[in-house]
């Protein structure tokens, strides 16, 4: 009997706790919770986490349809690149015949070359598209590429076009480098497009890696057959440096070979690609094996070939395909993985979507029944029963009163809806008006361009990004030539005309991106984003074009023609400061002015600046 009114007081020390309190509170509310509300929060709660686990498992299943979907893409593009790099290489075969060919070449030698050269640039073509919205970094470096491969193709031509005897060993041996080393900077590329690949899908390590390593084996075979071209023109031995090179070459092949043997001749490994392997090692190995052995030993002895470069070329090309025929073959097989991998990663989405569909329709369908057989009927007669404790007389199971402690509420947050949205809308009004307001203090109300502060704010932000991620940006100053003669002559409402005119002609002419704004007056102001001085004198020159040869109709009905002088200023020459551009633009102007007026002139960094030579304008504007 002493025990219960100890085990009393220790309930009620702990409800005094914190823990007691809350804990004592969260059964008093579940314990006057209405079913209904309890079943509504429970639903909620298992509707909340099925979905989180659902939309959890789906993303999941989308990742790895995405990483799939990237590798099949990347060993796509691996192709494209590969595919580049090989024609490249060729290319030197045709280069190589022309430089060893005798005082001119032979018909057929540059139609050898020029037919090679389109294939390259092709290839280069087809990855340039290729890359330039998925990798741009590689495309930029593909870029860098092309501009060497152009070099070095005007040097070949430059040597080629010489007579035989004034071609130096050293001259042609400097053309050989700069066409193989055109090559080598096209590998960073396809090092890009195989990392790409084998991060998406692990699985393709395998084909990638080996079809990288067959496509090195097939460079450094060209590279081989390049450093012949010296010696294979002149007739004469290999140098010091020339057999250092060809060792190394031949020494990094031997490596390059014993690396793919050994994959090849791991278990599992498909029949085609041991049949390519086979029919390489034949061809390469052995029989231009037998051709390399016969030149390694004249230009080690007496220098005398009998062949020239493209002779050699002849008979050392044919068997190289047959490395690209295995590089083909293990593409090939990593497109074949990368595709079987994608339709099972769709199935298992698709899988995936319409079971989760399924749980999350037969919780619906659960919870719908659950309220229609059970949670309404015991809500009606709770409301009935309740009706009964006020001294009502049911009928039957009646509605719920309508001025009851619900219907209040409903009541309160009807009227709270109201007095939010009332809210709301005068929160929208006062946005539109500041909006308004701002959009006026940025803007020119005649031509509706941006005016000169909201130009310099904007223009100061692109060039801080184009300094930030080194790209360029062009300014452009345009005054309208005698445009106080024109007001003068034919009213400023005809004037008023022309500011609008050159407004909407300036904005048809710009890019996304560009800028353009009223710099006061008739003065106007261009920035063009992502642009150098050469793209910023060609804009500029087909604005003054369109301006020529834009017209505007007086108040008497005369048409009148008008034109604008302007100057270029870029940021590579002139600085990257907004005020810097702007001095230069604004001193290239002026030297349009006094060059004759309608005309575009480029800012120079230390000289007087160089006018365009457009036509010669009328020194007033026209009336017809």
């Not at 009620?12 to 809350?22: I, M, N, Q």
């Not at 940006?473 to 005698?482: A, P, R």
């Amino acid at each position: 009997m002493l025990g219960a009114p100890r085990r009393a007081s220790g309930l009620r020390r702990l409800k005094r706790t914190p823990v007691g309190r809350a804990h004592h509170l969260a059964s008093a509310r579940c314990t006057h919770m209405p079913l209904s509300r309890l079943f509504r929060l429970a639903a909620l709660l298992v509707a909340l986490a099925t979905t989180l686990l659902v939309a959890r498992l789906v993303t999941h299943e989308w990742r790895a349809l995405r990483r799939v979907m990237v590798a099949a893409q990347a060993v796509a593009d691996l192709r494209l690149s590969l595919l580049a790099t090989e024609m490249v290489a060729r290319e030197g075969g045709p280069a190589n015949g022309l430089l060893g060919d005798a005082a001119s070449a032979a018909p057929q030698r540059l139609q050898a070359l020029s037919d090679a050269r389109q294939r390259s640039d092709r290839a280069l073509d087809a990855l340039a598209q290729a890359l330039l919205d998925r990798q741009p970094a590689a495309a930029a470096t593909l870029a860098t590429a092309r501009d060497a491969l152009a070099q070095a193709r005007h040097q070949v031509d430059a040597l080629g076009a010489l007579p035989r005897f004034e071609r130096t060993a050293d001259a042609i041996r400097a053309r050989v480098r700069g066409m193989a080393a055109v090559v080598q900077q096209l590998a960073p590329t396809v090092g890009v497009l195989a990392n790409t690949a084998l991060q998406a899908l692990p699985a393709l390590s395998d084909e990638v890696q080996a079809a990288r390593l067959v496509a090195e084996l097939r460079e450094n075979a060209g590279l081989l057959g390049a450093h012949f071209t010296a010696a294979l023109t002149r007739q004469q031995q290999f140098t010091v440096d020339e057999r250092a090179n060809i060792e190394r070459t031949r020494g990094r092949i031997d490596e390059l070979r014993l690396l793919i043997g050994l994959w090849v001749l791991l278990p599992g490994q498909s029949d085609a690609v041991l049949q390519a392997w086979q029919h390489a090692s034949a061809q390469y190995f052995d029989q231009a094996g037998v051709l390399l052995g016969w030149v390694t030993d004249n230009g080690g002895s007496d220098g005398r070939f009998g062949l020239d470069p493209a002779g050699f070329a002849a008979l050392y090309e044919p068997p190289m395909d047959s490395l690209l025929t295995l590089r083909d073959v293990l593409l090939a097989q990593a497109s074949r993985r990368a595709a079987a991998e994608r339709e099972d990663a769709l199935i298992t989405l698709w899988l995936m979507a319409a079971g989760s569909s399924l749980m999350v329709g037969l919780l619906v369908a659960t919870g719908a029944l659950l309220q229609r057989r059970i949670l309404r009927p015991l809500a009606h007669t709770t409301q009935a029963l309740d009706a009964l404790a006020r001294n009502e007389a049911p009928a039957s199971l009646p509605a719920a009163a309508g001025k009851d402690e619900i219907a209040a509420v409903i009541g309160a947050v009807h009227k709270l809806q109201q007095t939010l949205q009332a809210r709301a809308e005068l929160a929208a009004e006062r946005d539109q008006l500041i909006s308004q307001l701002r959009d006026q203090s940025n803007t020119d109300f005649l031509t509706g361009l941006a005016n000169r502060r909201a130009f310099f704010e904007q223009a100061q932000r692109e060039i801080t990004q184009a300094h930030r991620h080194g790209y360029g940006v062009v300014v452009i100053l345009m005054d309208i030539d005698h445009f106080k003669q024109l007001n003068d002559q034919h009213g400023h409402a005809c004037g008023d005309q022309v500011l609008v005119d050159i407004a909407i002609v300036a904005r048809r002419a710009l890019r996304q991106g560009d800028l353009v704004a009223r710099h006061g007056g008739e003065e106007f102001v261009v920035l063009l984003s992502h642009a150098d001085l050469a793209s910023g004198l060609r804009f500029a020159e087909r604005l003054r074009e369109a301006i020529a040869a834009s017209t505007v109709v007086s108040a008497d009905g005369q048409l009148i023609r008008y034109t604008a002088s302007l100057g270029v200023a870029a940021s590579q020459q002139h600085g990257l400061t907004l005020a810097q551009l702007l001095s230069r633009a604004d001193a290239a102007m002026y030297a349009a002015k006094q060059g004759g007026r309608n005309r575009v002139c480029a800012a120079l960094p230390a000289a007087a600046p160089v006018p365009l030579e457009p036509p010669e304008p009328p020194d007033a504007p026209a009336a017809s």
